[in-house]
């Protein structure tokens, strides 16, 4: 079975910083695109950044210039810091990953269990 495990979360003031991680484990031949999607209350998931393998990076355009997303491909670990943080970035931040389990396996896509952020006006 494959895992996602992530962590970092918190409550923060506005303006203040988190970083998150996620830890992709078990049977893994290749960690493709690696990514956080955030859902706050009464809206739809979306998607705050995604890296490739080989590092080509989006961001949403409303995280652009305060998030940072980043990859130990070693570890099979994808990282987000978030700086000036906003009470709008409050939400469930949840790591997503396609994952190809064994060299004759297809990619899959596996979500982490979701980490709280909050930010206090």
């Known amino acids: 079975q494959v895992q996602l495990v992530e962590s970092g979360g918190g409550l923060v003031q506005a303006g203040g910083s988190l970083r998150l991680s996620c830890a992709a484990s078990?049977?893994?031949?290749?960690?493709?695109?690696m990514g956080w999607y955030r859902q706050a209350p009464g809206k739809q998931r979306e998607l705050v950044a995604s890296?490739?393998?080989?590092?080509?990076?989006n961001y949403v355009d409303s995280v652009k210039g305060r998030f940072t997303i980043s990859r130990d491909n070693a570890k099979n670990t994808v990282y987000l810091q978030m700086n000036s943080l906003k009470p709008e970035d409050t939400a469930l931040y949840y790591c997503?990953?396609?994952?190809?389990?064994?060299?004759?396996?297809?990619?899959?896509?596996?979500w982490g269990q979701g980490t709280q952020v909050t930010v206090s006006s």
């Open positions: 890296i490739s393998s080989r590092g080509t990076i």
């Open positions: 997503n990953a396609d994952i190809q389990r064994r060299i004759s396996d297809p990619l899959t896509n596996y």
């Open positions: 078990g049977t893994i031949f290749r960690v493709n695109i």
